[in-house]
């Protein structure tokens, strides 16, 4: 059976960096309802007109919408074998109409969330710095450059600091990410679908550990 993959975790778990990687090994798209709402702003379907609709009378967009929206998408050629999804859902009304969607497509939903401990995602984003020239990413407490806020490999190049990795924003950003996931992490436990990965680990170990959850899914699926 093939799988809705449900990959969660606050703003600087690596979530983004796993998706990537289910993408790139396992065939799965990554759908995010960030870029298909962009899609949408462009496309000329009933589905998108009422979208559209929504969004310039100032109204937020209903649950029962954005999961029509999620399964319009999903319903593409490319989702066949399973997809792993990016943004979505976001409260327990959408879980619900997921596990609904889950069963018409006839697909086995696996919920992962990477779990890091608050101290160590302030860390990782506060720290973070760029090289503007190649993209090279540093981090002060991690992996700071050779020479104090200079690119290993572009030594005239400054490193950057983004202005939403202040302190002060990332707290912010991980308490609203705290308030508004909680409701939805209780409903994955209490329906027994939440598995937790240890998200302070290198990147490969806990790609070996989602791995190892969507195996273990698989074969209770079969038996």
């Known amino acids: 059976m093939s799988k809705i993959i449900v990959l969660m975790g606050a703003p600087g778990a690596g979530k983004g960096t796993q998706a990537r990687l289910l993408q790139e090994r396992l065939g799965l798209p990554q759908i995010s309802t960030g870029d ?5 702003a462009k496309a000329n379907t009933p589905l998108a007109e009422e979208v559209r609709a929504i969004q310039q009378a100032g109204r937020l967009i209903p649950d ?5 929206v999620v399964e319009d998408r999903t319903a593409q050629d490319d989702c066949r074998n399973g997809y792993v999804l990016d943004g979505y859902p976001r409260t327990a009304a959408q879980a619900r109409m997921l596990e609904e969607l889950a069963a018409r497509q006839n697909k086995k939903l696996s919920t992962i969330l990477i779990d890091v401990p608050q101290e160590l995602l302030e860390k990782r984003m506060t720290g973070r710095r760029s090289c503007p020239v190649c993209g090279e990413i540093y981090n002060t407490y ?3 450059p050779k020479f104090d806020n200079k690119c290993d ?3 005239g190049a400054e490193l950057t600091h983004r202005a939403d990795d202040t302190a002060e924003k990332v707290r912010v950003r991980l308490e609203t990410y705290n308030r508004e996931t909680a409701p939805l992490l209780e409903y994955y436990k209490r329906t027994g679908r939440l598995h937790r990965v240890d998200g302070t680990q290198k990147r490969e170990a806990i790609y070996a550990a989602i791995q ?9 699926t079969v038996q």
């Open 36 to 40: 298909i709402f962009r899609a949408l």
């Open 153 to 155: 490999f572009h030594l």
């Open 142 to 144: 991690f992996r700071p």
């Open 64 to 68: 029962e919408v954005v999961i029509r």
């Open 212 to 220: 190892n959850i969507l195996n273990s899914d698989s074969v209770a």
